[in-house]
């Protein structure tokens, strides 16, 4: 990286090398709102393969063997309660993010709490982050955490991997397979873009969290289910139950505590860590060293609206370290779609007809108060912002 971000002092890039904090200790609740809701005991079950178990329908069509099941299943619960590898060194990072502390701390109220969830964020926003730590504060993590998509299934096969199903045939004994919420016994389940589930499943999912109980296709019994419940949706539940695309009873039941996630374009203040980090994963070239990126470059980054927040912001640094030439990132190596936005840091700039008080309160509220990341935003350096800030009688830092 170039020095001008290697050493930033007030957030920024130094920030994302920081340990992380740790999200294991108990802390005091923080206001957050709860409406009411049921706490369930904890109940040991066999642990069986939650999700291998979906994976296997959608590779093969076919429903795994329960063997088949616990060989799968055992491997990726040890490896998860390890944190998922993959995403591990993000992970961290999201933890010590200064535009994430706020919603970091909502979970930390929420994990504690044994009521259903919905998580509101646009696609790239940390979604999946923010649902793996709630389970991993909460007193179900040493449970299963069991991840359900709700698009792109058809409702009869969703039906049946959720609630399950019994198989009689004459003369043979029953043959049982438990459903996802049935393996994820005692833990949580969560459930992508619950907005997507088929109107029927929202009625019976509405009526497993009044109820406690589901009843798995082929049998007349329900069956009790001591689960905790996480949504995730990228769109307006009230809008949509109003114009009838989500049962509305469902809202109320999956709405007991609610956690937004910022777009990126609301977090400027992340994307020179973020930049840095995805920077150094990158390892296109075996022999080519990273290149750095320069302030012109970091400029059109700060002003980019992100609509693909975190995972487009990936991309566009991997593409622009492939086609960097040099040892610096300039505009020109960045995607055109994001140097073409006709959006830069250079709105707070001189000339843009707002008085300089003006231009220098919009870029500290744009920075979320992060003085270094301010005067790039301005095109100054640190030491002219600071001088500025005092002449035009903004309030000293405490």
């Excluded at 904890?42 to 979906?54: C, D, E, Q, S």
């Excluded at 929202?202 to 296709?217: D, F, G, N």
């Excluded at 039941?253 to 977090?267: D, F, G, N, T």
Aim: hydrophobic content about 40%; overall charge neutral; some cysteine.
């Amino acid at each position: 990286m170039s020095e001008c971000w290697d050493r930033m002092s007030d957030g920024g890039c130094q920030k994302a090398r920081e340990p992380a904090m740790s999200l294991a200790e108990p802390h005091p609740a923080s206001g957050a709102s709860f409406g009411t809701g049921v706490q369930t005991a904890h109940t040991a079950v066999p642990v069986v393969a939650a999700k291998a178990r979906l994976d296997t329908v959608r590779d093969t069509g076919q429903m795994a063997t329960p063997e088949q099941n616990a060989a799968r299943f055992h491997g990726g619960i040890n490896a998860h309660r390890a944190g998922p590898p993959e995403t591990g060194g993000l992970d961290m990072l999201l933890r010590s993010l200064p535009g994430m502390q706020a919603v970091l701390q909502t979970i930390r109220d929420v994990a504690m709490v044994d009521v259903p969830v919905l998580i509101e964020g646009e696609a790239g926003t940390g979604v999946d982050f923010a649902a793996h730590e709630l389970h991993a504060l909460s007193p179900r993590r040493l449970r299963p955490f069991v991840m359900v998509p709700c698009s792109g299934m058809p409702e009869a096969g969703l039906a049946n991997q959720l609630w399950g199903h019994e198989r009689r045939s004459v003369g043979e004994p029953s043959e049982e397979h438990p459903g996802l919420f049935e393996s994820a016994e005692g833990g949580t389940v969560f459930l992508e873009e619950v907005r997507d589930l088929p109107h029927n499943l929202q009625i019976q999912l509405a009526r497993l969290l009044k109820t406690h109980e589901m009843t798995p296709i082929g049998r007349s019994q329900p069956r009790r289910v001591n689960v905790r419940l996480i949504c995730a949706t990228r769109f307006n539940l009230v809008q949509e139950a109003a114009e009838g695309r989500f049962h509305p009873d469902l809202l109320y039941k999956v709405r007991v505590a609610q956690i937004r996630l910022p777009p990126l374009r609301e977090r400027l203040v992340d994307i020179p860590p973020l930049t840095t980090f995805y920077l150094r994963q990158c390892r296109l070239m075996p022999d080519k060293p990273l290149p750095g990126l320069s302030d012109e470059a970091m400029g059109i980054l700060l002003g980019y609206a992100w609509p693909g927040n975190m995972t487009e912001l990936q991309s566009a640094i991997e593409f622009a370290a492939l086609r960097c030439a040099g040892s610096t990132i300039t505009t020109a190596d960045l995607p055109v779609e994001v140097c073409s936005s006709g959006k830069t840091s250079a709105s707070f700039a001189a000339g843009t007809g707002q008085t300089e008080k003006d231009r220098f309160q919009a870029a500290m509220a744009a920075a979320k108060g992060n003085r270094t990341l301010a005067a790039r935003l301005l095109g100054i350096s640190r030491a002219t912002l600071y001088r500025r800030l005092k002449e035009l009688g903004f309030a000293p830092r405490e």
